[in-house]
């Protein structure tokens, strides 16, 4: 048997998509083992229990509930002493956290009170022989390097949207329990949470991801990747740094090596490049669709579908294209 704890996130106390595709590669972990159970462990401000239900929907046994008002925002000290304790107790084989921002503070914290190690930033994985064999993206993704750990419990992390989540419904087991560290004596305090655009879907929750990059001109023409997100319904808008330098749009649109990384189903490239910082959170998107007046741009050479043309032009006609799909 290969017990798998999950640490799942919530922001603002709401579950994230990410905690859900943590559970689906965990279940995908125990399978791969030989079998053994899945628990999660659900931490935030009191109530955050009642939002456990799709963490069972999608094959968790059981979810350690964590309520506390020091939990409200994250707390990565009195987070990874729990965690900590409870990865000791001998239960688990594994670890598994979400490569978010989230996951890269609290998972070398883990890894370092145990003195194990970790793989963090997983696309895939297999096992052989006890040991987690992991596909980690490596020099802004040119490289996919396969590692392998063992060691007990072995710690890993999955890039958000490598995973899909899948329903594997059981009937909900919640536990409460307690901080192993007061959340209120943590020395790293994390006092707001700001948030840029609350009612749009954040980029790693997103199934299809709109960029825009410098070929858009000027900021107001971004409507057009606003209006095409708005035709998918199940989309983000993304920049490139060119972007997000001139202002065109907030630091947290940013994708690539010093701004965010996205694996959506679908990403589309408008007015972009390809410079290798920006393939470097993108190029392990399902399909990826280039538009660009340069046809020996080099975001040609990592795309599946290429586009030679004003993005101007091309991304309304996309947009009436997928409204008109979406009416018939
Ligand atoms: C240390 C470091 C870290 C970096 N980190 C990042 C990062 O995280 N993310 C990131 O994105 N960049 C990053 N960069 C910057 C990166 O090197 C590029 O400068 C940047 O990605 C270029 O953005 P762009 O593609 O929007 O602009 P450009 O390179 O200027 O490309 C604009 C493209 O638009 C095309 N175009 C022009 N007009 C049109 C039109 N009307 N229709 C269609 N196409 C058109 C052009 O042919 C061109 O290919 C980093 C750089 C460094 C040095």
């Known amino acids: ?51 456990a239900e799709p963490l069972a929907a999608h094959g968790a046994d059981k ?18 002493a729990t965690l900590a304790q409870l990865l000791s107790s001998g239960t688990y084989a594994y670890g598994l956290f979400s490569g978010t921002s989230h996951g890269r503070d609290l998972s070398p914290r883990v890894a370092a009170k145990l003195g194990v190690g970790l793989i963090p930033d997983l696309t895939g994985f297999t096992v052989e022989n006890g040991a987690v064999v992991g596909q980690h993206p490596i020099n ?15 710690l890993l992390s999955v890039r958000p949207a490598a ?12 536990e409460s329990i307690t901080s192993a560290a007061d959340p209120a004596a943590s020395r790293v305090k994390v006092i707001e949470l700001k948030q840029g655009n609350t ?6 929750d997103a199934a299809v991801v709109i960029a ?10 971004f409507k057009l990747c606003d209006d095409l997100a708005e035709a998918f319904g199940n989309a983000a808008v993304g920049a490139t740094r060119a972007v997000t330098d001139e202002g065109w749009r907030p630091h947290s649109d940013q994708i690539g090596q ?26 392990t998107s399902r399909t990826i669709v280039a538009i660009n007046k340069d046809k020996d741009a080099p975001i040609f050479k990592i795309a599946d579908y290429g586009i030679v043309g004003d993005a101007l032009e091309v991304l309304p006609v996309l947009t009436e294209a997928v409204r008109a799909a979406k009416a018939s």
């Open 1 to 51: 048997m290969a017990n798998v704890l999950v640490f799942a996130e919530s922001r603002a106390g709401e579950l994230r998509k990410v905690a859900l595709e943590a559970v689906t590669a965990a279940r995908r972990l125990t399978e791969l083992s030989g079998g053994g159970a899945v628990h999660v462990l659900l931490a935030g401000a009191a109530g955050i229990g009642s939002k």
């Open 140 to 154: 802004n993704g040119k490289v996919i390097a396969t590692l392998a750990l063992s060691g007990s419990p072995t």
């Open 212 to 221: 825009g990059g410098r070929g858009l001109k000027v900021a107001d023409n």
């Open 258 to 283: 010093t701004g965010r990384n996205v694996s959506p189903d679908l990403y589309i490239a408008a007015g972009i490049s390809g410079a290798i910082q920006h393939l470097a959170g993108m190029r």
């Open 63 to 80: 979810v350690l509930v964590l309520e506390h008002a020091g939990f409200a925002l994250h707390n990565p000290e009195a987070l990874a």
């Open 199 to 204: 009612d749009k879907i954040d980029l790693n």
């Open 163 to 174: 995973f899909t989540p899948a329903p594997a419904e059981r009937a909900l087991v919640a």
